[in-house]
């Protein structure tokens, strides 16, 4: 297996209950996963249990906090990009692969909250360069 990634449950203290390890010999798998679990678990970095109080209604929408997360998750998949690959020069494809291996986010959230912005604020230069065999 070449890509991997883990996923915890927790109990409403966050106390971790356990972890599930998903593998995968290629990198659409992950990408699958992913999607999965945006699509179950909202992009919650763990799930965990609640309790629920009778009466209790949240104050945000699911949809606000979704974005409050890709937001959080953007900014962080910045700062390791800047880490990890500082002073070197890398492909589109080995971007992807660490941030979908290392972060939450999904593969079709790289571009636009993540490279953009360390683009325009020149922190990453884009080369443009294709291979030939491409």
């Not at 998903?22 to 699958?32: F, I, N, Q, T």
């Not at 500082?86 to 571009?111: C, D």
Request: net charge negative.
């Amino acid at each position: 297996m070449n890509f991997s990634f883990s996923y915890s449950f927790k109990t409403s203290t966050s106390s971790e209950l356990y972890q599930i390890l998903y593998a995968s010999p290629a990198l659409k798998g992950l990408v699958l996963l992913k999607d999965a679990l945006w699509d179950t678990f909202d992009g919650r970095e763990f799930y965990q249990n609640s309790i629920l109080m009778p009466g209790q209604t949240s104050l945000f929408s699911t949809e606000f906090e979704k974005e409050t997360r890709l937001e959080y998750y953007a900014n962080e998949a910045k700062e390791m990009l800047t880490k990890e690959f500082a002073g070197r020069e890398v492909t589109y494809n080995e971007i992807e692969i660490f941030l979908v291996e290392n972060t939450m986010l999904k593969s079709t959230q790289i571009i636009t909250p993540v490279l953009k912005p360390l683009i325009s604020n020149s922190i990453v230069k884009k080369q443009n360069i294709r291979s030939i065999y491409a």
